[in-house]
């Protein structure tokens, strides 16, 4: 039986793509705090979760790795390559959805604070 911390990763990956590739127009275009729009908070609240919820899965299957720090930076690396390989995806085959740089470092500002809470939180010094 898997984890539930594996279970948790592998539910927040298929509802991250269901939103990642909803239509364009299914998407609402409100402005929020200004300048920032509400989807790069989003952005960066979904890879933060998604890395998270990696360095978790992580931490419970190999509680006694002393190279968990280099499991976890990559688990956040992956987080940031997924959302780079989701903006080719939403460019070439979602309608109404183009290529967004600023999601891109949404997506990698969230993924490196969910790894660095993750390393701050599961890993001993």
């Known amino acids: 039986m898997l984890h539930r911390s594996t279970l948790a990763i592998i539910a927040w990956f298929i509802i991250c793509t269901v939103l990642l590739t909803l239509p364009g ?3 609402p275009s409100e402005n929020w705090m200004g300048k920032i729009a509400l989807d790069k908070w989003i952005h960066v609240f979904l890879f933060g979760v998604m890395a998270f919820l990696a360095c978790w899965a992580i931490f419970k299957i190999n509680k006694k790795n002393t190279r968990q ?3 976890f930076i990559i688990a956040g690396l992956l987080c ?8 080719y ?3 070439y085959y979602v309608p109404n959805r183009s290529f967004d740089a600023g999601d891109i470092i949404a997506d990698a500002v969230g993924s490196v604070l969910g790894t660095v809470y993750s390393i701050r939180k599961y ?3």
């Open 25 to 27: 127009s299914a998407l």
């Open 80 to 87: 940031i390559a997924y959302g780079v390989i989701m903006e």
């Open 69 to 71: 720090r280099s499991y």
């Open 89 to 91: 995806v939403q460019k």
């Open 123 to 125: 890993i001993k010094k």
